[in-house]
């Protein structure tokens, strides 16, 4: 529960891609020191948190072979998934073996 108590919030907001998407500012008003950023200070966490993590997924997958550059379209092959796995334990996951089944 604790890992997953706010993904129903997430689910609901939006989701990954559309969060790194959001602009940072709101450039259809000028801007003043007293105007806030449009974006709230937790959205603005949460894609930071999701950059730091793709960062992270990309530094794990890249000594395997695997381009990770997103949370959508790099996961389909299962690839990502196998060597984030292969990082944390590399005795669990034969990247070989992975690769040889993921071209068949």
């Known amino acids: 529960k604790e890992f997953t108590g706010n ?3 997430m689910e ?3 989701s990954l ?3 790194l998407s959001l602009p940072d500012t709101d450039t259809s008003q000028p801007s003043t020191p007293s105007v806030e950023k449009s974006v709230p200070g937790s959205m603005r966490d949460q894609r930071k ?3 730091a993590l793709l960062t992270w997924v990309q530094e794990r997958t890249r000594k395997y072979g695997v381009a990770v550059q997103d949370f959508a379209s790099s996961w389909q092959s299962g690839l990502a998934f196998l060597a984030v796995i292969k990082a944390i334990d590399s005795s ?3 990247m070989k073996q992975a690769f040889e089944k993921s071209s068949q």
């Open 92 to 94: 669990l996951v034969n």
């Open 49 to 51: 948190a999701i950059k």
């Open 12 to 14: 609901s907001s939006s």
């Open 17 to 19: 891609s559309s969060l």
């Open 7 to 9: 993904l129903n919030k």
